[in-house]
């Protein structure tokens, strides 16, 4: 029998595990987690493009009925089952152990390919003081910075990339090394108030940028009418559930580092709100910039919209070009990008490290260099190609919409109707939450959120099998499209018919890990 463990330790194997040192630092961690790049240059176009102001109220009903209850569902599992994602849903019932490895599965590829994105950002940070990408970004950023060609696979590595990854995977796994506290913990207590600081900055100068109103009256400016469109309130739903970090085993992960007798409930409404506050205040800074770059070049503002990699690497740099002050507003936005792309990769990694740890009893180190080291070796040869942009949006797609918008169906059915477990769940909450889970959670979980997040599903099926997705060769999108997803799926099967090295955790009572 193991020695006995402080009353706010994670339970009896927990204290090898580590754990978060107080829940504000549990808060910090898991809002790193959240805010991610996605928050920046995601939600502002996704809410341009459905309805502009009027887009906040399905945004609003989407957090509550379907954001927030996921997100307790996810800080039930860990902070209950005290384990990792497969060991979480292996302790809730053993058969469904596939569904933990399935998770570890989508954060291993997304790590893979999330990192040279911050790798990017990275060097953009330090192009800023010079404006290096010169009088035309776009042509910079793909053929000068990426060496982009034609769609295809090449093994032709671009400095200019690896070196910056390597360096982003270097700082990662220093803090995946130090363990959860010391490293993710006391990372995510440095990186989120400077994030937060950054961007309200940035913000405050795209205020004052000429034609900034112009562009928030495009952002706010309510179109009614968008609300009887039920794309809309999918593309709401679909915002809430990918910028919160759900379904995909980050948040059982951390909720199973956070001591036996805090509020979950309170703290699932403190993530969920920062959340939404940081992409209502991404909106405003991004449209504020994009508003003085359409009367700068005297044009509408829905002629200089753009979202993702266009809006950071190519839309920004032509502003910050023409900006008063644009080596101060490129550091401040790249610079942002990077804090919340490692806070956001490091939760993604430990996903996996901690899976690991659990399955093979293995140590803090020995884990971080069996994960990290192959990661980063296969995201350096993946893409810090000249390919490499063209993998990564196939790949990014297909695991968005293919990996975690199916697990996360597949995982509430399974605990809502197979394992019957959202009343213990609702219980395990209610013990110290602030906020009573009563039957609206169970029926959001068991009916509406995966009734809507499968209507999604199958609208996004339909649609990439009418068109196929980015006009990509077939062979592109049958190996890093769909063969990645289905491979995941596979693998996780394979990986949890491997016996546990110590079967203790799955056999312990459920007091000694509650």
Not at 100 to 122: D, H, K, M, N, P
Request: charged share 10%.
């Amino acid at each position: 029998m193991s020695s006995p463990t402080p009353a706010d330790a994670p339970s009896g194997h927990d204290h090898r595990r580590g754990s978060f040192s107080s829940r504000s630092v549990f808060i910090l961690a898991a809002i790193g987690s959240a805010v991610g790049l996605g928050n920046i240059w995601r939600f502002p176009y996704v809410a341009y493009e459905n309805g502009g102001g009027a887009f906040l109220l399905p945004y609003l009903v989407a957090l509550l009925v379907a954001g927030l209850p996921f997100l307790l569902l996810d800080y039930a599992l860990g902070h209950k089952y005290r384990g990792s994602a497969p060991l979480s849903y292996a302790r809730a019932g053993r058969r469904s152990e596939l569904i933990g490895w399935w998770q570890v599965g989508i954060c291993f590829v997304i790590a893979v390919y999330y990192a040279v994105v911050i790798a990017w950002a990275l060097r953009y940070t330090f192009f800023s003081v010079e404006r290096a990408w010169g009088s035309d970004p776009g042509t910079y950023f793909f053929s000068s910075f990426l060496r982009a060609g034609d769609p295809g696979v090449t093994t032709d590595i671009v400095p200019g990339v690896a070196i910056p990854l390597l360096v982003v995977w270097l700082v990662v796994l220093l803090v995946m090394a130090l363990g959860v506290q010391k490293g993710i913990g006391a990372t995510a207590v440095v990186f989120i108030p400077l994030l937060v600081l950054a961007f309200l900055v940035l913000v405050v100068r795209s205020l004052f940028l000429p034609g900034a109103l112009d562009g928030l009256d495009a952002l706010f400016s309510p179109q009614w009418g968008a609300l009887g469109d039920t794309a809309v309130w999918a593309a709401a739903f679909g915002q809430i559930f990918f910028s919160l970090s759900v379904g995909f085993g980050i948040m059982i992960t951390y909720a199973s580092y956070v001591g036996r007798r805090t509020d979950m409930t309170g703290a699932g409404l403190v993530v969920g709100l920062s959340n939404c506050s940081f992409e209502l205040l991404a909106g405003i800074g991004v449209f504020s910039a994009l508003g003085f770059m359409a009367r700068a070049n005297g044009v509408a503002v829905d002629e200089v919209v753009s979202d993702g990699i266009g809006l950071a690497f190519v839309a920004f740099p032509a502003i910050i070009n023409e900006a008063p002050g644009g080596a101060a507003i490129g550091l401040l936005f790249f610079g942002s990008l990077v804090f919340a792309g490692i806070t956001s990769l490091i939760s993604i990694i430990e996903v996996v490290i901690s899976a690991v740890r659990d399955k093979f009893e293995l140590s803090r180190l020995t884990a971080t260099l069996a994960v990290g080291v192959p990661t980063a070796v296969l995201s350096l040869a993946m893409f810090s190609t000249t390919s490499g942009i063209h993998v990564l949006d196939i790949v990014d797609h297909f695991i968005n919409r293919f990996g975690i918008l199916l697990v996360a169906v597949v995982s509430m059915v399974v605990l809502a109707w197979a394992l019957r477990a959202l009343p213990d769940l609702a219980d395990h909450l209610n013990r110290d939450g602030s906020v009573p889970l009563g039957v609206w959670w169970r029926v959001m979980l068991a009916f509406v959120t995966p009734s809507v997040l499968a209507l999604i599903l199958v609208q996004e099926l339909r649609a990439v099998l009418d068109e196929p997705y980015g006009d990509y060769p077939g062979w592109m999108l049958g190996v890093f499209g769909w063969g990645g997803a289905v491979a995941i799926v596979v693998v996780a099967f394979g990986v949890a018919r491997v016996r546990w090295r110590d079967t203790t955790p799955l056999t312990a009572t459920e007091g000694e890990f509650r």
